[in-house]
């Protein structure tokens, strides 16, 4: 059974200092890994998508890699700002079942 | 704007009412899925729809049932509500472009539902 981990669960940085957030998984047997920012009380906001075939993409100050053959993805905040405050959730597309997620990370940025 | 469309956004029951959560894509996604998100719990899925005609159970399927009345709606039907079903839902969509390109989830801006 596929299991998603992110670690660490919070975290807390200054405005402007470089962060990642990992995501590990089980089974390397996947389609796809997407990245989603949720703000508190609100719906799911997709930031990345990486096909299994990928080993990165990269939106504005955000980078997300994928290594599937260790089963680990990793988050890049350049630049982080307070606007970057969130929960940052990881989840992986595979067969016979639909996208599973880790518990996410919640991330405070402060001014 | 397209996407996934949910209703209602807020809801409380009584033990014992039901109700049911609409959801409705306009993306020409061949997938449905709802989910449910609990503290500490993350997210979990509750049924799903591979395409249209065909549901499959999810991680907490027990006291749901779905109907996927065609290609854009999807619905979760809660008969007889309990206040362990309080939680926070939410309807998704995805496609897939020939063999190999799955695509990524669109969700819904999620349903808040409280039974007392």
């Known amino acids: 059974k596929q299991e998603v981990t992110q670690i660490p669960a919070a975290l807390s940085v200054p405005e402007g200092e470089n962060l990642v957030l990992n995501c590990s998984f089980t089974?390397?047997?996947?389609?796809?890994l997407q990245w989603f920012r949720q703000d508190p009380g609100k719906g799911l906001t997709s930031l990345l998508l990486i096909q299994s075939s990928q080993r990165e993409q990269t939106s504005g100050r955000l980078n997300a890699s994928l290594d599937k053959s260790s089963g680990r993805s990793t988050l890049y905040i350049a630049a982080s700002q307070p606007g970057d405050s969130a929960t940052y959730l990881c989840a992986v597309n595979q067969a016979g079942t639909a996208l599973i997620f880790g518990k996410g990370t919640t991330l405070s940025v402060s001014s | 704007n397209a996407g996934v469309t949910q209703t209602p956004k807020f809801q409380v029951l009584k033990t014992g009412q039901s109700m049911t959560l609409q959801c409705a894509q306009d993306?020409?996604?061949?997938?449905m899925y709802w989910y449910r998100q609990d503290p500490g719990m993350g997210l979990r899925l509750i049924y799903y729809s591979a395409s249209e005609g065909t549901t499959d159970k999810g991680e907490v399927p027990n006291g749901y049932n779905v109907s996927r009345l065609n290609k854009r709606e999807f619905s979760l039907r809660l008969e007889s509500a309990a206040p362990s079903q309080t939680s926070v839902y939410f309807c998704?969509?995805?496609?897939?472009?020939?063999?190999?390109?799955?695509?990524?989830?669109?969700f819904g801006s999620g349903t808040r539902l409280t039974v007392v």
């Open positions: 089974d390397s047997a996947i389609y796809n």
């Open positions: 993306m020409n996604h061949n997938s």
């Open positions: 998704a969509s995805s496609g897939k472009t020939g063999e190999t390109y799955y695509g990524g989830y669109t």
